[in-house]
């Protein structure tokens, strides 16, 4: 059974730097077919994709917050961490960890998401 | 990036009554692999994102027959030809051309009446 876990703060201040970690199960992120990315929500909008690894480390950003995420993983921990700084209340969103499949080019399991407040 | 844009943002429909919704990207999806990589996903209230349809047309594995995709090169339509209460939601269209640099549409909220 396939899972992506989000997990971290549910409330930053402006200008932290948030670290949110997405567990896995059910596949390895060695696993050459998968990869995992970050995907966020504001409330009420739209789903904006953040940041990819694949199983070889090779990392992929957003265009406009590449200045200001950084992806990484464990595999052995089974563990996608993303770090993104300077934190705004524009921020402030539902941030899912998805997995997506690199040979049909989709997402097939998110995550539950969690929610980020950035507030003071 | 590509530019994903849905029409309309919100659909209220009568329990069976047919809905369709269209989405534009801003260059064509159609891979030199031949394929066409658009997506339709449904969010229901309070949950992530579901997988409808793959590739414009093809449903994903338990997904209704209600449930149609259609379109190419840059315009694409996602139909449900009776719609049911339990079709409430937010539907997006999502573009993997440039994989991994994905893009969603705006979203269409689909309301019953």
Redesign the interface.
């Known amino acids: 059974q396939v899972t992506l876990k989000e997990s971290g703060p549910v409330l930053v201040k402006p200008t932290e730097t948030l670290t949110l970690t997405c567990t896995v199960s059910g596949f390895s992120l060695s696993n050459a077919r998968m990869g995992v990315s970050w995907i966020r929500q504001p409330p009420g909008k739209a789903l904006e994709w953040l940041a990819h690894i694949f199983s070889n480390d090779e990392k992929s950003y957003s265009t406009s917050l590449k200045s200001r995420l950084t992806i990484s993983k464990d595999t052995s921990k089974s563990q996608v961490v993303l770090t993104m700084t300077n934190m705004d209340p524009v921020d402030t969103a539902t941030y899912y960890c998805a997995r997506i499949l690199v040979d049909s080019n989709y997402v097939d399991y998110w995550g539950q998401g969690t929610l980020v407040t950035v507030s003071s | 990036?590509i530019v994903m844009t849905q029409t309309p943002l919100s659909l209220s429909v009568t329990p069976g009554q047919p809905a369709s919704i269209s989405c534009k990207s801003s260059q064509s999806l159609l891979h030199s692999d031949g394929?066409t990589?658009l997506?339709w996903?449904l969010q229901k209230p309070g949950q992530?994102?579901?997988?409808l349809i793959?590739e414009v047309s093809n449903r994903f594995s338990g997904v209704p027959d209600r449930f149609s995709g259609s379109g190419s090169g840059t315009d694409f339509t996602l139909k449900i030809s009776r719609v049911e209460a339990e079709d409430v939601g937010v539907y997006?269209c999502?573009q993997?051309?440039q994989?991994?640099?994905?893009?969603?549409?705006?979203?269409t909220r689909l309301e019953i009446k």
């Open positions: 990036d394929k990589y997506y996903y992530s994102p579901q997988l793959y997006y999502m993997s051309i994989l991994p640099a994905i893009t969603f549409g705006q979203g």
